[in-house]
Every structure is written in C-alpha cells, then in structure tokens.
C-alpha cells in the first residue's frame, strides 16, 4: 500500500497536538512492512519548508494541485492529517477530523468558528471524503451529530502515545526554571483558552493551597482564544506569586514539568482526544481530568475523574492527591499501565485497517 501523508502540521518550530499526530504517524507509518509513506505539504506553507526538516521522518515535497494528480498516479492513498484534503486526485482521500470544538460557539472566538465551520462543510461535503477518521468515540458521535450521512465512512482510530519519550533520562544537567520544584506542584499543559477551563484549574488550586502553603501551579502552553481572562485571574489571585505561566516549552522542560508534577490537571470542557492525558501517564504523573467526553474517555479508570465545572470537586481530587500516598501510586501505575494500550503503532495500524476498508 502507497500512502501520501499530509505532514504540513510539521512546518513549525514546536510542535503540539495535531503535530504531534502527523510526526508520530509518519513514523509509526514507516515501520510496518506493507506501507511505503511519503509526506505530502501544502504548497501555501512554501516559505515554512525549512521548519519540516527537524521532524521529518522520510522523503516529503510540496504538493502541486493537477501537476501531483499526475505525477502520483501509483499511489492508494491521500491521507489529510489536519481537516484538509484535496477535492480530487487519482487516489482515495482519507481525512482526520480531532474535534468540532468550531460548532461550540461559546469555547471559540467568533471568527474562528465561522472559518472553520465552513472548512470543515467544504471538506467533508465538498471534497466528498472516501473515508473519515475520528480520534475518539467523542469526537465520531460529534461528527455524526452535524453530519450523519458520514456513518458509513467513518472510522475510530485513538491517538497514541511514545512512551519511551517519556521515560528516557533528562540531558545532564539539566535545571528546572527558577521558582519550580521547590515545594510540590500541579501542571497544566495545553493551549491557553477558554475551554481548557484555567479560570477553575486556578480556583481549586486556591482552595488546595489554603491547606498546603508550599503548592505551586505550573501553566505550559501558548496564548489562544481568552488568554488575556486568564492572565487577569492570575493576576487577581491572592496566590498570583505561586502561579508560574511558563508559555510554549520544548520537549526537555516538558518532560521535566510532566515527571516531577504532584498531578496534572486537565478539567477541560471540550477535546477532541486530550493527548496531555497519556502524555502525563507515560512519564509516571497522576492525572484530574473531565469526567466526560473524550477527557475520560482517554483516561478510563486510570485517573481521578471530576466535574470539570465543579471548582470544589476539582480540589477535593488535589487534595486527595496530595493527602494520600498510597492513592497516588495506585494512579501512576494504572496510568502507566494504560498508556501500554495506546502506542502510536497500534494507531498505525487502526490507521491501515481504516485504509484497506476505503479501498475495499
């Protein structure tokens, strides 16, 4: 089988998410011994090609729109990691679709989910798709629920998660920033946006402090749509010198943060997957995350599940965390134990099964 794979997601410094999808497939992609792979990026991403080199995990080039519809007459499959692909080609056309966070008006800015309510009708309407890939059950009844017609080409393939990323050793000396590690702390990793539900993490890291003086909340991840509520809360907070925004962090810092973080908290109100779950649980860190949706989905029974809405059964969860030793081993063994079931290989291969069935 002959695969192009979209890896315009690679063309950028740090990668996050959608990324870190495009990179793990490619890779995963590339080890099986039935798939030859060739990354495919879109030619409006020209000027950022350089970027790819520092990801890329085989041969890639630009597609050119009709000029590669004749050139790539060999290839089975038009893989579209990222809610794009081609209207037409002489291959089938398989997209992924991480979430329809754009359909929940409240979450996103206005703009953007206009913008990206019409990007997804004009793919999965206009592009007509010979098969969609959803990364979780959340996100497939969400799909199904704005476009039902879909049901018959629609497929479930979870993400994954490189564990050995995340239990080899830190470079030699290394040091965390200043400030961190001194006492425990909470982490939350992710974009900085309404729906990661921050304004709750922080309140019930308040109320978690007021029992222990020496915790610290730790915030990684770039600005999104209500960063500036968010650096307000902060700035309103009464332990405001004990709240770290760290900002988007490279992969050794992350590592770091993830391995010595007394818990992750991942309340948030709308993922599509929520890979900071699995992420957390392969470097040995507990996890709080939503009791709903993809969130709880991800984690199974592997992590303290709570009202992402509730501010107070959110610290009721740190406090446990923090109070009861034998609860929080329980949890970094369950968690490791469940990223065992979600490697990115077994995503390739859900990805190929995907495949065989578009091409019949």
């Known amino acids: ?195 990661k539900n921050l304004a709750a993490s922080i309140q019930a890291f308040e109320i978690a402090r007021e029992r222990h003086g020496n915790l610290s909340f730790v915030i990684a991840g770039t600005n999104g749509h209500g960063a500036e509520a968010i650096d307000a809360r902060i700035a309103a907070s009464q332990h405001r010198d004990a709240i770290h925004r760290l900002g988007f962090v490279d992969d050794d810092l992350l590592l770091a943060l993830y391995r010595n973080a007394h818990a992750v908290l991942y309340p948030s109100l709308y993922e599509g997957f929520g890979l900071p779950v699995l992420e957390a649980m392969a470097a040995g860190s507990p996890v709080i995350t939503s009791n709903r949706g993809a969130m709880a989905e991800a984690a199974g029974s592997a992590a303290l599940l709570v009202n992402p809405e509730a501010p107070e059964e959110i610290a009721a969860a740190i406090l446990t965390l923090l109070d009861d030793d034998a609860e929080l081993m329980r949890l970094r063994a369950a968690g490791r134990e469940r990223t065992a079931a979600h490697a990115w290989q077994r995503c390739a291969e859900r990805t190929v099964a995907a495949y065989r069935a578009v091409l019949g």
């Open 1 to 195: 089988m002959k695969v192009l794979l979209d890896v315009t997601p690679l063309m950028r410094t740090g990668l996050t998410g959608i990324g870190v999808y495009a990179r793990s497939l490619w890779h995963a992609l590339g080890l099986l011994p039935d798939v030859k792979v060739a990354g495919r990026w879109r030619l409006a991403r020209f000027g950022k090609r350089h970027l790819l080199r520092a990801h890329a995990q085989g041969p890639a080039g630009p597609r050119i729109p009709l000029l590669s519809d004749l050139n790539l007459r060999g290839f089975d499959i038009y893989h579209g990691t990222d809610f794009r692909i081609p209207r037409r080609g002489r291959y089938r056309r398989v997209v992924t679709i991480h979430d329809m966070v754009v359909f929940e008006h409240d979450l996103v800015d206005d703009r953007f989910a206009q913008q990206g309510i019409e990007r997804m009708r004009r793919t999965l309407i206009g592009c007509r798709p010979d098969g969609v890939i959803a990364i979780s059950e959340f996100t497939r009844e969400r799909i199904l629920h704005f476009f039902p017609q879909l049901e018959r080409i629609l497929h479930v393939v979870p993400l994954g998660v490189d564990a050995g990323r995340f239990a080899r050793p830190l470079p030699e000396g290394f040091v965390m920033p200043a400030g961190i590690g001194a006492g425990p702390f909470l982490l939350s990793v992710g974009s900085v946006e309404k729906r």
